[in-house]
Nanobody, 121 residues
Framework: QVQLVESGGGSVQAGGSLRLSCAAS?????????MGWFRQAPGKEREGVAA????GRTTYADSVKGRFTISTYNNLYLQMNSLKPEDTAMYYC?????????????????WGQGTQVTVSS
């Protein structure tokens, strides 16, 4: 069983930056599981933001390309730059042992509780 805990959320003005972190219960998670960041705004479905495979390959949603960077180094990170009000959401990290790299939520079995990101204009 993999447990994930997110941190780093907060409130920021448009154009600002935040760095989210996700700590896994086992350090082996980062080398054996694909991991991703997802977000859910009120009244909307949860959507994939960025994902990273065990081989280091990454994939991003079009809406965040060039602004967000996913990485792993003893933790999972999401560096978010040039934030926009539409980035406001609860952000979740997720992990799954199957290596297929995707932003689809149904391909992830382990989820954290989320951290809130609020971007004001």
């Amino acid at each position: 069983q993999v447990q994930l805990v997110e941190s780093g959320g907060g409130s920021v003005q448009a154009g600002g930056s935040l760095r989210l972190s996700c700590a896994a219960s086992s350090p082996y998670t980062y080398s054996r599981y694909k991991m991703g960041w997802f977000r859910q705004a009120p009244g909307k479905e949860r959507e994939g933001v960025a994902a990273i495979g065990v081989d280091g390959r990454t994939t991003y949603a079009d809406s965040v390309k060039g602004r967000f960077t996913i990485s792993t180094y003893n933790n999972l990170y999401l560096q978010m730059n040039s934030l926009k009000p539409e980035d406001t959401a609860m952000y979740y990290c997720a992990a799954d042992p199957f290596p297929y790299l995707t932003l689809e939520t149904r391909h992830y079995n382990y989820w954290g509780q989320g951290t809130q990101v609020t971007v004001s204009s």
